[in-house]
């Protein structure tokens, strides 16, 4: 059995990466790609939102399907090392050069 630190790092990579986590999430009923999606989908979902909260004018310069696109693909290469979550996006400018 794994530690919980190690869980919950397996876990968190998962969120991000869309690495596979059966280990953890294997159970009778939904497959473990869907129970994870389900958190994906609301991590994603939620640094998407602290993204347009803080870059507003980016968002309006390139349009919200590209601003989509490259926030999620920040958020899948930024970990966030902050536990606030308006400073999630501190490199996001510099990501986009």
Partial sequence: MHSLRDQQR????????????????????????A???????NVFSNYREALRAVYPVIER???SEFFRHAADRFIATHESVNGYLHRFGEGFADFLQ
């Fill in 61 to 63: 310069l390139v349009g």
């Fill in 35 to 41: 129970r994870l999606g389900i958190y994906r989908n």
């Fill in 10 to 33: 397996t876990f968190a990579a998962s969120l991000l990466a869309s690495a596979h986590c059966d280990a953890i999430l294997a159970r009778p009923g939904m497959d473990a790609d």
